[in-house]
């Protein structure tokens, strides 16, 4: 591919961001890009069910969002025969490349977009060149377009080297919601993967930076609380409500006040708020969606206690029941070093790459752990690459965007470290 | 109207609840009602814009929401010609009868539903005889639909009486968001009005108790905020983002704080939250509908005074902004002596009707105040009957239903009120 | 007494405040006084265990508390015999005068001092007049020091009349903390009482205004929680803390939003907080003083109910335990429309009362209802009396103030009353 | 000392532990064992104003506070001559060991205890033992005891040794309010030190361990602010009070919430709170004493910024006025390799140390750093050795006690690497 080619298909991803579950049109723009580039070269392009284990899937939405979705990507022009394949969320997307004797190398790219509207501010460069998000209330504001730009051009490049061996390229949804990559991890594809590589771009890297090998996952879980409650008159009787509303604005209170913890790191954040009916009446219900990290999965699940502790007692104090529903969760994990130290070797010798640091902690939560700890216990190695990319707004704001010359640097360090695994079967 | 007519009409609204400014289904059965009864009758019959002061109107939805129930009120076959002149929120009407020289009465009926979800208990009646609320997310929780059919017998009652003078049915929307009552009380057809009865059904009166006139209205006032702040991602920066979940949080807990007045009674409701995109993301931005209501304009203020302290020292305090848009607005009210009295003494004489309160206090809030007020300041009388009927669930909750007996004590009450009136000319 | 000498008294009780129990200095000002001027006119004078039902005695402080006040009444000079019958807060005093034939009349002055610190400002004219408290953290911020000296003219006034039956003053203790009335309710002193008189100085009504018969007492209820968690290093594990703090915080926050209620006033006041030990200890315990009160009993009740859901679900949330130790209560009660005509007719001819209320509500809680609610529940009649005084700073505050001339117009009424009651035996 | 000395000199010391500026007894005792054991071999031994640059001690205590203290140490029989030389709160000593040519070592070792009561539980050894505290309300809670009784031997030892240089033993007041060390930074004592060893015992490591060098302090800061609003009577006029307690619950509930930062750790805890005078007053005032912590100064002063911002607003939100006086502050600091290895090898060899640990981090503040770091700014090496412990109860808790086996391990690795550091001079 072009670097006209990278950008084109990057800003199309981006004008056509789609939440997780909900890849239909990205699901089916990665096919299309992949058919007419690689045709016959590929051995196998799973898509739909066969791409992961379905039952595995976490974070899926309702049936209305999936169908709201699903009839935006055919009004867009995605094939029926395609999309039928994809009905009912199941998007991303296995390509297989097999080139003789050698190792089974994954690559793993995420494809998925956030539920925020994207800036249309002037100095927004998406928004000033033309490919801001067209879809209400989503955006790729954490550079996942860029990564599935990766993924289709390392493969084409693999499939033009002397590469020995098999390639393959996991399309991974559902990462923003930590609910694809389970599923994938559970699926056949990962079995025979010997070394297995992911891609994050920008993580307040500059463009021209590589961080040969990320750790410092948080593990992470997500939950959501419904307050029920009582309904009343707000000016006529407002003792005989049970106020859910009133619930909740404690429990937010209480949330962000658990103890920080001495063992490391821990998150948690009130994402998603809503509730009650009318100025007049005294709420009777309210939802609650949050998460929790931890820098160990002890200290994720010492923030789960307390979440539940907090969310009984506020229900409690205000005579409302509540119902926690556990959400998505991922582990922590690390990067192998017999891959890190070829990345940066790679990354070193790389035009365009300025410095590459051994080794970064992420900070955030990642669900390629799952994929990672599944190579990883089949006696595998794993590594979680950063590319530093100029980013103006910061990740999952509403004026992220990336330097699209830092797509180029990912595929090359990306490739070459692919072919030299090949050779070297660390 | 025989007593199945009351029932039919009065279920087919229950079925059909339309909030504020929406009630484009029910202006039309109510007009349909009034043409196919009174026809020729009826000196006037003003709909859309005609029918109030379209300046005056408060808390109007977005068009989006217009629209919505606009489409599905011609789903349900309401007539194009007439459906065109409600277009853009224009609901309600106000109908003439004009039988000769007397006094100019005054009757007026809110007709509007709340935004709330009706039960579908077994136990709860309108669930089991099949009348449940067909509007998702829309319920008949405090009577109107019972309101609404009063207006239209009594029209039809004074009629075959020989009531002389003017009688004037105001069909008022908008009651539940105090966005209805202003403009018709800023329309020319308050100003001829002598005297002016006002009606609502329940208010914890059993079946057969009649309040021949309800103060105690409390004035009231609503306001929405929008906090606003920036959006981070919640693992890895969380110390990037401004959040105003927790902003909003911190409000809602110290709204319900504010202190207690001496000179009566206050009231205080976060009637509605929302915010943030997703669990991920340290939320930028939340909104929350509020009112607050005093025993007088005074503690009203006072509410209002310390509700704006709260708001913005709770947006501050994350380091957001927050934006306080004023909403609808209502007064406090008297009934008077003149009216309470003959009011009392027709209940007396009613059939159905055990006992007759002379006055009791509503601890509500209404926007018939604005009508009342007006018709005061021209020098006329006004009262506000309280017509008790057994209800299972509180008003403004998801049980709320009515005793149907009920409708024919208030028919008879204000049909006789207005006779005594066009003789007695209070 | 003339004019100077009950200035004289009243500075001298205000130089010299005692908080609830701890009226030693008070109460032997008040025998000293009493026995100088009325000698063995006075049929019965009751100090120590004699004066009240001493286990019925609510809300008495520590031993360490009550013997540095015993102390320093020593070291004010008070006689030690008088002294060593009020050891163990045994104080308050019961004086009986009787004339002859007649009624059993009662007159109730309450006499403890509040735990606050009066202010030094040079307008505050006791600060200007150098009667200033000297009792470190205490002040007569309510103005028992012109009840006690409104008791003592009363009496001395009555002696000298021709009034006929008997005269019984009640010097109460402890009103403050709702503690003393009751002891003396229970006392065999009020048995025999037909008519009694109770009286309020202030009230926010101004010097020349008597209000004849005050209603509208808030049932009150004191309570007292500690809260106990766990202490730990507060940079070295904050986790390992169970923080007792946050859970006193958090019910705080909650406390004060206690839903309004429509039945009528009530009212919440977390009045006293401490909790903690040094800024790098996560706390183990904190207290919390609090009090409810409600326009009836029920409400007062109701308030009860919440407020320890309240305490319990933020211990909960802190993982802290929390004891809630009941304290004082008392009811509420009306003032009778025999006594209270009495009273207007004798105000309303008193030289310098410019203004007659039969009525007001008080908006505040008294325990002097239980020796009403005692008197009425015998048959006899009961009423509570406002005496208007120009107060430049509200009750309660460190500026509180009277204007010394209504001590005068107090007097003049109660003893015309009382020789009216004499005369008419309501 | 014989084993049996230690003994008793630290279970004197924990039986009269003195809180910070307040270490009269304590300072006397170790003068008295400094003189009775070293005699005239000391060069010199200052205590009082000499000890240390007098205006730069911070978080010094109340003249009362200092007053009742001193006579409680006069009454404990300090020598009235030694008393006078430390009143005013110049307490801690400074000894000074001359032997030669050599480098100039520098070893502290802090004296203060905490503000705390002890358990009197009889699982309690100090409480089963006869040594629990004797000093109401004060604890040794953090070891410091044992901290004092390696100073005084460490000096005999060396005393005894074939040592070369110079030692200088820091008995250094007021460390648990980050108070003490600053004023021994600025003196002239630290400025011809080489090398600087200071100890903790515990730390949640087990007896028989060793930490050679430890990192990872939290720079800390304090704050007091005191919230300032208006009383009124809580059921009379609750409208009129302007609620300090109210706006401090809000303060410590948002505290807590304060973000966790991506950068590092971070803490914050409100470790005293008290406000309010009686249940039925509307408190006027509220003081609150926190503390806030971060790995770096930078987010130390993160911390600070949001902490006044929260402060602020939470006065405001309450209509009250808050004055926030800043408190001590230490920075961090690490532990220089040089030291550390010499610690490390000099502990391997060591007769009971089963364990020795390079390097771990304290998590926790300690104001040694500022010792520390005016070395090291010398030119000069540092280095913060941890004496494990079996401790029952967590530091600063009510049940804190050592094994005091372990006093002599430390005592005998720093001996050791004291005598290392004479040889080699790293």
């Given amino acids: 591919m072009t670097a006209d080619d990278l950008v084109s298909l990057r800003r199309d991803?981006?004008?056509?961001?789609?939440p997780a579950w909900r890849e239909f049109y990205t699901t089916a723009r990665?096919?299309?890009?992949?058919?007419?580039?690689?045709?016959?070269?590929?051995?196998?392009?799973?898509?739909?069910?066969?791409?992961?284990?379905?039952?595995?899937?976490?974070?899926?939405?309702?049936?209305?969002?999936?169908?709201?979705?699903?009839?935006?990507?055919?009004?867009?022009?995605?094939?029926?025969?395609?999309?039928?394949?994809?009905?009912?969320?199941?998007?991303?997307?296995?390509?297989?490349?097999?080139r003789g004797e050698g190792p089974t190398v994954g690559l793993r790219v995420d494809i998925d977009a956030l539920p925020r509207t994207e800036s249309d501010d002037p100095d927004h460069r998406p928004a000033a060149a033309g490919f801001r998000s067209e879809r209400e209330g989503a955006m790729h504001a954490c550079g996942h377009d860029a990564h599935a730009t990766i993924g289709v051009s390392v493969l084409?490049?693999?499939?033009?080297s002397d590469f020995s061996g098999t390639l393959k390229v996991f399309f991974q949804p559902a990462e923003e919601v930590v609910g694809g990559a389970k599923s994938m991890a559970e699926s056949e594809h990962i079995r025979d993967v010997d070394s297995l590589l992911a891609v994050h771009i920008g993580l307040d890297h500059p463009t021209g930076e590589i961080v040969a090998g990320i750790d410092g996952f948080l593990a992470v879980s997500h939950l959501e609380a419904e307050f029920a409650g009582e309904s009343a008159h707000a000016g006529g009787h407002p003792e005989q409500g049970r106020n859910a509303v009133q619930a909740m604005a404690t429990a937010v209170q209480n949330l962000y006040g658990i103890p920080r913890h001495n063992d490391?790191?821990?998150?948690?954040?009130?994402?998603?708020?809503?509730?009650?009916?009318?100025?007049?009446?005294?709420?009777?219900?309210?939802?609650?969606v949050a998460?929790?990290?931890?820098?160990?999965?002890?200290?994720?699940?010492?923030m789960k206690r307390r979440t539940r502790r907090v969310l009984r007692?506020?229900?409690?104090?205000?005579?409302?029941?509540?119902?926690?529903?556990?959400?998505?969760?991922?582990?922590?994990?690390?990067?192998?070093?017999a891959l890190v130290s070829i990345v940066a070797d790679v990354a070193g010798e790389t035009p365009g790459v300025e410095r590459v640091l051994e080794r970064d902690e992420l900070g955030g939560s990642e669900d390629a752990t799952f994929l990672m700890?599944?190579?990883?216990?089949?006696?595998?190695?794993?590594?979680?690459?950063?590319?530093?990319?100029d980013h103006?707004?910061?990740?999952?704001?509403?004026?992220?965007?990336?330097?699209?010359?830092?797509?180029?640097?990912?595929?090359?360090?990306?490739?070459?470290?692919?072919?030299?695994?090949?050779?070297?079967?660390?």
């Fill in 13 to 18: 991803l981006h004008r056509t961001p789609e």
């Fill in 30 to 98: 990665i096919v299309d890009e992949l058919e007419s580039r690689l045709g016959d070269e590929l051995a196998e392009l799973h898509v739909g069910p066969d791409a992961l284990a379905g039952e595995h899937r976490m974070a899926l939405p309702g049936d209305a969002e999936l169908t709201h979705w699903y009839e935006q990507a055919r009004t867009a022009g995605v094939d029926d025969d395609l999309l039928e394949r994809l009905e009912g969320g199941y998007t991303g997307a296995v390509a297989v490349l097999e």
């Fill in 156 to 160: 084409e490049r693999i499939a033009e």
């Fill in 264 to 288: 490391g790191a821990t998150r948690v954040n009130a994402g998603v708020v809503e509730g009650g009916s009318a100025a007049n009446v005294i709420p009777d219900e309210a939802r609650l």
């Fill in 291 to 302: 998460e929790v990290r931890g820098k160990t999965t002890d200290l994720m699940e010492y």
């Fill in 313 to 337: 007692s506020a229900a409690e104090m205000h005579d409302c029941e509540v119902d926690v529903e556990p959400g998505a969760e991922a582990p922590s994990a690390t990067s192998d070093e």
């Fill in 373 to 389: 700890r599944a190579v990883q216990e089949n006696g595998g190695n794993a590594c979680y690459v950063g590319v530093g990319t």
């Fill in 392 to 426: 103006p707004g910061g990740h999952h704001t509403a004026t992220f965007d990336i330097d699209e010359a830092s797509i180029g640097h990912g595929i090359d360090v990306l490739a070459g470290a692919i072919e030299r695994i090949g050779r070297e079967r660390p």
